[in-house]
């Protein structure tokens, strides 16, 4: 079975640009996670969707970042404009209701 | 508030010498506590779910018990390549929502 699929690994930009990363979960899982994981720090929920719709986006900011999934399966979460802030590892993961969570390799970000 | 809190941040072990990991937790109603490994540059790495106080589950040298308000994960005789930040979750009445400690970066050293 395959696993998580996300794409880029490593990005690098310069502040006030902007990025787009990409996600593609375990086939089936109606549900997809995206968490936003700074150095040192356990995984923080920014957005969960339910099939295409979102379930909870209440720690997502909203005025920088966005995110969609399309026909219930891909998803892309977009930073746009990106601060210094922003840099963490952006981690994709998705699970079947009731069962744990699978993660992907997730994206490095580092923002200049 | 639903809230894991890990312990330690950061543990120093020498190859063969056994020691546990906490996890300590408040949460409504709880449906399922989970530990993942986590190597440098990668994604978490599902180990275990415990549904119950009282249930425990193994694998190799990890081994995590669940209590009512905490988990425990041992680590009998450690290797090096057992080196990795351990995460812990919950997931409470919305068994679709997770909450993370900050998790324990374990150090085996030969």
Do not use: M
Not at chain 1, 42 to 65: E, H, T
Not at chain 2, 12 to 19: F, N, P
Not at chain 2, 55 to 79: C, D, G, N, V, Y
């Amino acid at each position: 079975e395959a696993g998580v699929a996300q794409s880029p690994r490593y990005k690098i930009i310069e502040k006030r640009q902007s990025v787009a990363f990409w996600c593609n979960p375990i086939s089936g899982h109606a549900t997809l996670y995206w968490y936003q994981q700074i150095l040192g720090q356990g995984p923080k929920l920014l957005i969960q969707f339910q099939n295409n719709g979102v379930v909870d986006d209440s720690q997502l900011p909203k005025d920088r970042f966005s995110a969609e999934r399309l026909k219930g399966v891909d998803s892309t979460l977009k930073i746009q404009p990106a601060k210094l802030e922003d840099s963490a590892v952006y981690l994709c993961a998705s699970s079947l209701e009731g069962r744990p969570l699978f993660f992907g390799p997730g994206t490095r970000l580092t923002v200049l | 508030e639903d809230q894991v809190t890990q312990s330690p941040e950061a543990l120093r072990l020498q190859e063969g010498e056994s020691s546990s990991l906490n996890c300590s937790y408040t949460v409504s109603g709880l449906r399922g506590l989970f530990w993942y490994r986590q190597d440098p540059g990668k994604g978490p790495e599902f180990l275990f779910t415990l549904y119950s106080a009282g249930e425990e589950k193994e694998k190799e040298r990890l081994k995590a018990t669940l209590t009512k308000k905490e988990s425990f994960l041992h680590i009998t005789a450690p290797k090096p390549e057992d080196s990795a930040t351990y995460l812990c979750a919950v997931a409470g009445n919305n068994f679709n929502k997770f909450y993370f400690g900050s998790g324990t970066k374990l150090n085996v050293k030969p």
